[in-house]
């Protein structure tokens, strides 16, 4: 009368004859008609699964791009307070660019930056925040000469003249350093 095994209602009779037995089709008609089916759920979940990830990608893109005009605002903003001597606003600049750069959108910021740069060169290089800021300037100043032809050459040349001193420098000072 009463079960013990952990069941406490009946499950339901299932007819496993089901429709075909009903129709009289035959077992390689229903074979068809189920693996059809199958394909038709496994197509409806790629789709599924595509959109999702269009959707994914487009949303993450529009984000990135949001953000970084949200950055490209700031960064217009500080800019014109930013004095010789703040050395932290100067950093928090060099990494905003760094984050946001477009080469159609932030060539002049690049180069108004790096002339902000260029005269104070000794002070950015006591920071080594800045020296790996600087890597990544110098890569974006590469990147600029090789393939923009419309831009002044002036300002990213003494960038490099600049950087490869104090690179040649402080790579001399670490060497003899070495050596003592």
């Keep these: 009368m009463y079960s013990f095994e952990g069941d406490f209602r009946r ?8 429709a075909s ?4 089709t035959d077992r390689d008609a229903l074979i068809l008609q189920s ?4 394909q038709k759920r496994e197509e409806h979940r790629r789709r599924l699964n595509s959109t999702i990830k ?7 893109y529009l984000t990135r791009t949001h953000c970084k005009q949200i950055e490209r605002e700031k960064f217009d903003e500080l800019f014109p ?4 001597d703040d050395q932290i606003l100067l950093s928090v600049l060099i990494a905003k660019i760094l984050f946001f750069y477009d080469v159609q959108k932030d060539t002049s910021r690049l180069v108004s930056i790096s002339q902000s740069l260029l005269k104070q060169w000794q002070k950015v290089f006591q920071n080594k925040v800045s020296c790996i800021q600087m890597r990544r300037l110098l890569s974006l100043h590469l990147h600029l000469l090789k393939d923009n032809d419309e831009v002044p050459v002036a300002v990213p040349l003494r960038i490099f003249n600049y950087n490869w001193k ?4 402080s790579g001399a000072k670490r060497l003899f350093q070495g050596f003592v």
């Design 81 to 84: 307070r930013a004095s010789d």
């Design 35 to 38: 693996q059809q089916q199958r």
């Design 21 to 24: 037995a009903q129709r009289k």
């Design 54 to 60: 269009i959707q994914a990608y487009v949303r993450s």
């Design 11 to 18: 499950k339901p009779q299932q007819n496993l004859a089901g």
């Design 166 to 169: 104090y690179i040649f420098v």
